[in-house]
């Protein structure tokens, strides 16, 4: 039976960075790697997805701005049709970049910002002065009228300073807040431990944020913990001003873990590697061996995946298996298992 596709597919079209960011799920370096997928190869990808019929493509790295291919790549997406959206850490988005990204048809950035000052967000980005830069990026969006969000991850270092990464978010005009659960994959296995919530302060900071859904102008996310639509749902979370549609659409409401899930996400790396979640770093095969649409649908590992019988222990037991079923990309760091337990759940 054909698998229906994911919706968001992500693509890091290069390692490089001008960064150092402590918690590179990609671990992005100075130079590009050799073996990056070349123009020719990324529009092939480009041209299945759009064929496969995707929902959304995002394009980041490393920081997908340092690719000289860039534009090309966005034009020939939003060409065909794809909803293309940009993750970048902001420091290169000037006002002029801002409008070739909105010609070339972005349709949304993702701007990181990793604390409510440069004392916080530039020691953890690895740049003094990449917090006044990446700002400039989100005025510069503004100033043309391209929609973007913040991206900020929530650790031990910025859990207390959630409040006002909201608020900082709200105020520079952005129309949602995508906070990331650290997990501790890539980089981050290195340069954040000790950095990872425990259990406790992960639910603490779930409830409050749902809380702070209601009057929240903006739409507030949180990949890496899907056990946080639970409180939504069994709070009755009803926003004033975001509509309940819109809400229902945040990462695993009322689907779970959505690693090489139908409907899911699903990662392409900068040399062609598919991985089920920037998180759950499993090669399932390459693109340049085979296409994305046949990786989808032959491979034995994100079969399991979606077996959700499959999960073990307290995942496999739980009665929100099948809504929530925990992140499998932290069940596969701590344990070597895709399937086992996530430890970092409350429940």
Not at 305 to 325: D, I
Request: hydrophobic content about 40%.
């Amino acid at each position: 039976m054909e698998m229906k596709p994911p919706f968001l597919v992500s693509y890091s079209i290069t390692t490089k960075c001008n960064l150092t960011c402590k918690h590179c799920y990609s671990q992005a370096t100075e130079e590009a790697a050799r073996d990056e997928l070349s123009t020719e190869e990324a529009l092939k990808l480009v041209n299945d997805l759009a064929r496969w019929g995707i929902g959304l493509l995002v394009l980041d790295g490393g920081e997908p701005l340092c690719r000289d291919d860039f534009l090309e790549i966005v034009s020939c997406a939003s060409s065909k049709g794809i909803m293309t959206g940009v993750g970048s850490n902001g420091t290169l988005i000037d006002r002029g970049m801002a409008q070739k990204m909105l010609e070339a048809g972005v349709q949304s950035v993702s701007i990181s910002i990793d604390g409510v000052d440069a004392e916080t967000h530039d020691p953890f980005r690895g740049k003094s002065g990449a917090f006044d830069q990446a700002m400039a990026g989100a005025s510069a969006c503004k100033a043309v009228g391209l929609p973007f969000q913040f991206n900020m991850v929530i650790r031990k270092g910025t859990v207390s300073q959630v409040p006002e990464m909201l608020r900082l978010a709200v105020e520079s005009g952005a129309n949602a807040a995508e906070l990331f659960d650290l997990v501790e994959a890539g980089r981050a296995k290195e340069q954040c431990l000790g950095e990872v919530l425990e259990p406790e302060e992960r639910k603490a900071i779930m409830e409050w944020l749902a809380q702070a859904q209601v009057d929240c102008p903006i739409l507030i996310r949180v990949p890496a913990c899907p056990m946080y639509p639970l409180i939504l749902k069994q709070r009755q979370v009803r926003p004033k001003h975001i509509p309940m549609e819109a809400l229902r659409r945040i990462p695993y409401y009322n689907r779970g873990c959505a690693a090489g899930m139908p409907s899911g996400y699903l990662v392409v790396r900068a040399n062609g590697e598919v991985n089920p979640c920037m998180l759950l770093q499993i090669e399932i095969g390459n693109v340049r061996d085979k296409s994305i649409i046949e990786i989808w649908q032959e491979s034995e590992i994100l079969a399991r995946l979606r077996s959700r019988e499959l999960l073990q222990g307290k995942c496999g037991e739980c009665e929100y298996k099948l809504e929530c079923a925990g992140c499998r990309g932290r069940a596969y760091e701590r344990s070597g298992d895709m399937l086992a337990p996530d430890t970092g759940c409350w429940l």
